[in-house]
C-alpha cells in the first residue's frame, strides 16, 4: 500500500496531509486559500494521486505559511509512500499546454532535491492569491519530497493559466515516475544500489 499521511504542527499552521500513490486522483483539500485549493485539487486529478489536505494558518498576516507549509506535508507524505522506490519510473516530463500558455516540467525522485523555476507571472497576484507563492510551494515539495524538480514556462500572458499549467505538468510528471515500471520487476532505478 503506497499511502502516507503527514501532520506537521507549528505555531503558524497546522496541517495534515494524506496520499495514496495508485488512487485515481481524488482530492478533498481545505487550505483556506481558495485558488490554492483549487492547484491543489487539479495535482492530485492529473497525478491520478488522492490526496486529502487540510490546513488552518495565520491568513490574516498572509498565505505565505500555508501555502509553503501544505508544500513540505505533501512532499514528506509523497516520499514517505514511495518507500524504497523499487520498481518504479523514477523520471517524469511533460509538456502541457494550456490556452496562451505552454509549460515544461520534468523531475527525478532522486532523494537529492534541487527547484530550477523559470517562470514569471505578468501580475503579483492571481484574484488573493500572491504568485510568487507559486515558486514557494513548488520549493517546499521539491525539498522534502527529495525531488529534483525543473519547471520552465515556455510562453504565456495569463498569470492564472500560467500557474495552472505549471501545476497540471508537475502533476503529469508526477504520475509517470512515481507509477510502476513493468520491465523493472522490482529493480532500484539506480546503479549506485541507492537513492
Avoid: W
Avoid at 489536505?53 to 490574516?60: E, I, K, Q, S, T
Avoid at 519510473?89 to 527547484?115: E, K
Amino acid at each position: 500500500m503506497r499511502r502516507a499521511e503527514i501532520t506537521r504542527n507549528t505555531t503558524e499552521t497546522q496541517i495534515s496531509v494524506s496520499v495514496d500513490l495508485d488512487g485515481t486522483g481524488k482530492y478533498d483539500i481545505k487550505t483556506g486559500v481558495g485558488f490554492f485549493d483549487h492547484m491543489m485539487e487539479q495535482l492530485a486529478r492529473h497525478s491520478m494521486i488522492d490526496i486529502t489536505a487540510r490546513a488552518n494558518g495565520d491568513l490574516h498576516i498572509d498565505d505565505h505559511h500555508t501555502v509553503e507549509d501544505t508544500g513540505i506535508a505533501l512532499g514528506q507524505a509523497i516520499k514517505q509512500a514511495v518507500g524504497d522506490k523499487k520498481g518504479i519510473n523514477r523520471y517524469g516530463s511533460c509538456l502541457l499546454p494550456m490556452d496562451d500558455t505552454l509549460v515544461r516540467a520534468a523531475l527525478d525522485l532522486s532523494n537529492r532535491p534541487f527547484l530550477h523555476f523559470d517562470m514569471t507571472f505578468p501580475s503579483q497576484k492571481i484574484s488573493t492569491f500572491d504568485t510568487e507563492l507559486v515558486r514557494e510551494f513548488f520549493q517546499a515539495l521539491s525539498t522534502h519530497g527529495g525531488i529534483t524538480l525543473n519547471i520552465a514556462c515556455l510562453n504565456g500572458f495569463n498569470s492564472h493559466h500560467i500557474a495552472e499549467a505549471a501545476f497540471k505538468a508537475v502533476a503529469r510528471s508526477l504520475r509517470q515516475a512515481v507509477e510502476p515500471d513493468p520491465r523493472a520487476a522490482g529493480a532500484l532505478p539506480s546503479t549506485k544500489g541507492a537513492l
